[in-house]
């Protein structure tokens, strides 16, 4: 399967605490992104990181992309109980028509 | 949600019926996509769409059917020969294929 794996699954955290997830995949990419979702909601774009970048950031988000090792990662700083989510890592396969894949999630919660 | 409605929000159906859900868009938004989400899981695409009058098989297309005939609509079908078809559907479309998506709001189909 070309699907990213996420870790760790399930994450709390005290409310002010950072919060860091982690996503490898398999095969070289175009781009990777990140996506929450709330409970029973769609799910919200996040953050882009194309394959010639290595870091972005996007408020208290911060996407890290590593090529060599095939990982992205995302960090929450200064969480709040907002940031109660899940958290979906993405990529775009080279050559793979423009689907993307999804991992299965890191599901976050913060506790005030 | 972005410009993308689906409908309804909560379905459902009697086993042996087919059944199809509704997903609009007003982004003018050249592709399109249908997923499938179950509990604790991440999306699982179904069919793709990246431009009108043509669509492409996902990883999961067996027992679903779609058609693009508008730019702004794709409806999915779910059909009797789907198996196990009580999941939450999400909708979702983007500028061009690979790039960042757009979710709708997601519909929660099931059967009995």
């Known amino acids: 399967s070309q699907q990213g794996e996420e870790d760790p699954q399930a994450l709390s955290i005290q409310e002010g605490e950072n919060a860091t997830m982690n996503c490898s995949y398999k095969?070289?990419?175009?781009?990777l992104q990140w996506y929450r979702q709330n409970s029973g909601r769609g799910l919200v774009h996040l953050i882009l990181?194309?394959?010639?970048?290595r870091e972005k950031h996007s408020g208290r988000l911060r996407v890290t992309l590593d090529t060599s090792k095939k990982s992205s990662s995302l960090l929450i700083t200064a969480s709040r109980a907002a940031d109660t989510a899940s958290y979906f890592c993405?990529?775009?396969?080279?050559?793979?028509?423009?689907?993307?894949?999804f991992g299965q999630g890191t599901t976050l919660q913060v506790k005030p | 949600d972005g410009g993308i409605t689906q409908s309804p929000k909560y379905l459902f159906r009697k086993e042996g019926q087919n059944v199809t859900l509704s997903c609009e868009q007003n982004?003018?938004?050249?592709?399109m996509y249908w997923y499938r989400q179950d509990p604790g899981q991440g999306l699982r695409l179904i069919y793709y769409?990246?431009?009108?009058?043509?669509?492409q098989k996902g990883d999961i297309a067996e027992g679903y059917s779609v058609s693009r005939e508008k730019k702004e609509s794709f409806p999915l079908t779910v059909t009797s020969a789907q198996k196990n078809p009580t999941a939450f559907y999400l909708c979702?479309?983007?500028?061009?294929?690979?790039?960042?998506?757009?979710f709708g709001p997601g519909t929660r189909l099931t059967v009995t």
């Open positions: 982004l003018n938004h050249d592709a």
């Open positions: 993405a990529t775009d396969y080279s050559g793979n028509t423009g689907k993307l894949i």
């Open positions: 769409s990246q431009i009108v009058n043509d669509f």
């Open positions: 979702a479309s983007s500028i061009t294929a690979g790039g960042e998506q757009y």
């Open positions: 095969t070289s990419i175009n781009n």
């Open positions: 990181i194309r394959s010639n970048e």
